[in-house]
């Protein structure tokens, strides 16, 4: 839990959207932050790290896709009975392995998920039999990724299989690969971040909230 996901949330909130950031590592009892700056007071992305810093990182609680699935359902419960919510269609923003998330999340529950979008998003196809791709077929509404044209967590090749995986399915996909960037590319503050991919994507995301989801007007 960061500061700069606080201000996105924001970012989000202001378009006229109900926005929450769920703490899924909520069984640890305790918050979980990690956050390493440079000389230039820049968040050092992960790829950047290494020694005891990176082990630090590594070593933190366990976090599966099934927690995070049966966590949003309960997320999901809330919304339903929370003041001052329409119902209606839910969108979800993931980071990183939160991309991957977003997409399970989607997956697990396409009578609510209609606007998904998953940036650098993590091993979003892989053999385990929790892998997000699996749901592929159950996506519904709109499906936007951001990818970084350097990104060891999300190889090109990745990039061309979910494409192919994705074109036969209900669900209206797009995506973008955004030359230069690498992975992490989309957070504010960060050593890598890129402001223009990050405008792009943004610019792309809320069109996408705005067709599926369309924001409270006062």
């Known amino acids: ?86 119902h209606g269609g839910v969108g979800a923003i993931g980071f990183c392995m939160g991309g991957r998330y977003v997409m399970g999340a989607a997956g697990s529950y396409p009578e609510h998920f209609v606007a998904s979008a998953s940036l650098h998003g993590t091993t979003l196809i892989s053999d385990r039999d929790d892998s997000p791709h699996l749901l592929a077929g159950n996506l519904r509404g709109e499906f936007y990724c951001g990818f970084a044209e350097h990104d060891s967590h999300a190889p090109l090749a990745m990039v061309e299989e979910l494409e192919t995986l994705l074109k036969p399915c209900q669900v209206r996909y797009r995506f973008t690969v955004h030359p230069g960037a690498e992975h992490g590319y989309s957070l504010p503050g960060r050593d890598v971040h890129d402001k223009r991919a990050t405008a792009r994507d943004w610019e792309l995301i809320f069109a996408m909230f705005h067709r599926q989801i369309p924001p409270h007007v006062a």
């Open 1 to 86: 839990m960061r500061e700069e996901l606080y201000d996105i949330a924001r970012r989000v909130g202001t378009a006229g959207y109900y926005c929450m950031v769920p703490d899924f590592y909520y069984r640890n009892g305790k918050r979980i932050h990690f956050e390493f700056r440079n000389d230039k007071n820049q968040t050092i992305s992960i790829n950047r790290l290494e020694g005891e810093k990176l082990r630090e990182i590594q070593a933190r609680p366990k976090l599966t896709n099934k927690m995070v699935i049966d966590d949003t359902g309960a997320i999901l419960k809330f919304l339903d009975g929370a003041e001052r919510v329409r």
